[in-house]
């Protein structure tokens, strides 16, 4: 039954097919692209840098997303043919959840997570949501800060959300306009 459900829900919503384009930002070319599962052991490479070591993300949790029923969108970012930041979303009834945003630190503060955010959201518009949503570290003020700038309002903190260091998570929403 919980599987004929999932599957009815699945849809309401009808994956369309990411188109590659070339983005420049501060004069640098980048490629953005739908992520695809040969881009993993670059992506947890990836995750090292920017979390210190750590892997918020296993292969098999990308695997999960990428093979998922439900309709899903991940994109990744190249500059000389580098992964330099990859966002995902995953839609569930009339919300879209941003699943994952991660930018190379050296690429931070560039304008690329804004541009990758609103790619999902673009998507998430394209797909009739109502809502976009995301968790945030408490502690992740540059993330916070730019969730905030692009429409992003708290909703709740979540205690102890995320099992790395028991931090504490902001839950946030925008309204898809």
Known sequence: ML??????????????????????I???????????????????QLE??????????ARSAFLAELYSRYVHLYLCILYQDQIVGFVGIRLFFDDAHITHVAVHPNFQKTGIGSLLIKEVEAFAYRQHCQTISL?????????????????YETKKRMTQYY??????????VKKVE
């Open 163 to 172: 099992k790395i260091g028991n931090e504490d998570a902001l839950y946030m």
């Open 26 to 44: 501060a004069d640098k070319k980048f490629i953005v692209r739908e992520m695809s599962t040969n881009d993993i052991k670059e992506l947890l």
């Open 3 to 24: 599987k004929r459900f999932r599957s009815a829900i699945s849809a309401f919503h009808h994956k369309e097919g990411y188109i590659t384009h070339e983005q420049e």
């Open 135 to 151: 968790e945030v570290r408490i502690s992740n003020i540059d993330a916070k800060r730019l969730y905030r700038k692009l429409g």
């Open 48 to 57: 090292k840098v920017i979390y210190a070591g750590e892997l918020p993300w």
